[in-house]
């Protein structure tokens, strides 16, 4: 027993309470799950009370279509993601530059980007970009999906930034001392010493904000681009049945919650085991 | 004039110093630290001995006078940093070890990077200086691996790694556990007895008196006296030193 060890009073450990932040658990996809299933039922029973087909059937029926649309919001997920990441590093890196210009204009453009609505972004860059552009002789189209990818990349750039740049400051002075000290220059610091370390860091928050990028994709529909949400609009003003209507918006939300789910799992393990070294 | 080994390595007159928010934290420093010498600076805390430190290898730039270090003027806008801080090593508080490399890489980073010198070479000498303060074997721990006393003697090896002609002790073992005190400071001990030139921030009295050749008592931004360790602490002539040496002796 420990309390007879001594007996000098002793202050008992304490913990601050601090709430468990919410997290997604499997419970939610069950929840999800059975609320389809419900809907299921329910658009059953008013199909067969209609002698309409099978609420299950049609859903199947469509799925490879939905399924096709659904690929189109992963790729364009990914591609916001790469432009975002390429363009807002530098761009983070530029907001702690020594140079006050570069610094005041990065921070600019980071605050500007971020405190943005994303929707206003889309509209912008559906209407200011050209639907084809001419380098050198070659003309590239630019289809409605690839301009709102790019209207999507701007938030993430500007996140990404914010990022980094917090990043870099959370490393403690010390260690910019340490390599100072070493005769490092100001890049071999941030490259050898700073930067390797915030990756890390950044890595959790960087997947985080790559699931609200993915749930953010169907945004576009609302300028016309063929993904899964406006091919579910689609696909049930071609059925134009009522009963339809709940359990198909459920079944895409499954699709996202589906995709999402293992990337929230794996930045909640990768957060863990950075906390532990 | 060039600067020849007869002529004190480090020479500081009349440093001045003041912080952003209007504290002076050197009032006027002029010492001079010869080739080989090992001097020792004492002082309670908040007496500027730290940033007196950061001064000679520019991590602080001063306000007014002049730092020579093998006679290239420390206080002078054109300076070039990184040739000066090649020559002149520090150790922290806080040893400050690149958490993300093991303790091989931390020696080696400098030299390979900075100094561009072939890998094979660096490996050897790095080896020889982990070896040096007796921590062969510990190699590729990581730091968060070592003990405090452990990793600031690879702190030490990664600073000697550059080959430097000055070394700085900033409170080096203030933050260490007791037991592990003593091997850090048998290493400085045997540094000194190689000849290398040490200026050593410390609070260790005993330490001080065994291995310095001059000790300097500084209090609130001046130097107030200054002798060698024996008569330094024997019989110190100003009524400050007597009753700070009688506060912690």
Known sequence: MIANRSDMAVIKPFRIAAAEPWRFTVWHGLVLVAALLVALGIGEAQAAAAEKPGIIATILKWTPLLAQGFALNIAMSFLAMAIGTVIGVPLGLAQISLLPPVRAGSWFVTQFFRNSPWLVLLFYCMLLLPFEVNIGGTIIPLPGWLKSTIGLSLPVMANVSELVRGAVRSIPFAQWESAESLAMSRGQTLRMVILPQCIKRMTPPWMNLYAILTVATPLTSVVGVSEAMTLTGDILSSEARTELLVPMYLYLLLWFFLYCYPIARATLALEKRFQVR | ?249
């Open chain 2, 1 to 249: 004039m060039p600067w020849t080994p007869d002529q004190p390595l480090v020479r500081l007159a009349d440093v001045h110093k003041t912080f952003g928010g209007g504290v002076e934290v050197l009032k006027g420093i002029t010492m001079d630290v010869m080739k080989g010498e090992v001097i020792c600076i004492i002082g309670p805390s908040g007496s500027g001995k730290s940033t007196l430190l950061r001064c000679v290898n520019a991590l602080v730039p001063i306000d007014r006078g002049s730092i020579l270090v093998e006679g290239q003027e420390v206080n002078d806008p054109k300076l070039d940093k990184l040739a000066l801080r090649r020559k002149v090593g520090m150790v922290f508080q806080q040893y400050n070890l690149f958490p993300h490399k093991t303790a091989l890489e931390n020696v080696m980073m400098a030299p390979v990077h900075v100094l561009k010198r072939d890998k094979k070479e660096v490996e050897r000498q790095a080896l020889a200086l982990i070896a040096k303060v007796r921590l062969t074997g510990k190699e590729e721990s990581y730091p968060g691996e070592l003990s405090g006393g452990q990793q600031q003697r690879i702190a030490i090896a990664r600073s000697l790694a550059m080959n430097p002609d000055v070394m700085l002790f900033d409170e080096v073992t203030a933050a260490l556990d007791p037991e592990t005190v003593k091997g850090v400071l048998v290493t400085i001990r045997e540094l000194a007895e190689d000849g290398m030139t040490c200026m050593i921030v410390t609070h260790e009295m005993g330490f001080a008196r065994e291995v310095a050749n001059r000790v300097y008592f500084t209090d609130g931004g001046v130097l107030v006296e200054h002798g060698p360790p024996k008569e330094f602490f024997a019989s110190p002539r100003d009524p400050r030193t007597r009753q700070f040496l009688d506060q912690i002796l």
